[in-house]
């Protein structure tokens, strides 16, 4: 849904669930997600949005300005992640008992097929690595749980 104006603000998505107030959200990358009432129409729903407007373009802006080490990651070696409040190295490897190992201050990562490795990217840019975050990635990249959307 497209509302034009002065400024044309795009909502990327409307979820519907059972609540009683609108809220808007803009993701990382300044997409605009509303979660609505199931009975809110979608003209009240343009208005919350027109009404916000300026907010809207605030985060925006704000989301762009942020420090380029939240940038999309490439997996490269020497590439530095956050992990424990701390930056430390990636040093890519051949073969290893585990996908993903965390010693001596770096991350060593398995070279593994393409799309295994995406679906490790995608994990990577959605949430922060914890020591839980870590186990279970390895724990997914064994199995072979990963795939691939779009």
Do not use: C
């Not at 009404?51 to 762009?64: G, S």
């Not at 593994?112 to 490795?117: A, D, E, H, Q």
Request: no cysteine; hydrophobic share 35%; net charge positive.
């Amino acid at each position: 849904m497209e509302i034009n104006g002065e400024t044309a603000i795009k909502i990327e998505r409307i979820i519907r669930t059972k609540r009683k107030t609108i809220a808007l959200q803009i993701t990382d990358d300044t997409t605009l997600i509303v979660r609505a009432p199931f009975e809110v129409s979608e003209q009240t729903i343009r208005n919350v949005v027109i009404r916000h407007v300026d907010w809207i373009e605030k985060k925006k802006k704000e989301i762009l300005s942020r420090d380029p080490k939240f940038v999309k990651k490439e997996f490269v070696n020497g590439e530095g992640f956050l992990y424990l409040g701390k930056y430390y190295r990636l040093t890519i490897v051949d073969k290893q008992d585990e996908p993903l190992v965390f010693n001596n201050g770096f991350f060593f990562f398995e070279r593994l097929s393409t799309n295994r490795t995406r679906g490790v990217h995608q994990l990577v840019q959605k949430k922060r690595l914890t020591k839980r975050s870590l186990k279970g990635l390895n724990g997914m990249l064994k199995r072979g749980d990963l795939s691939i959307q779009g």
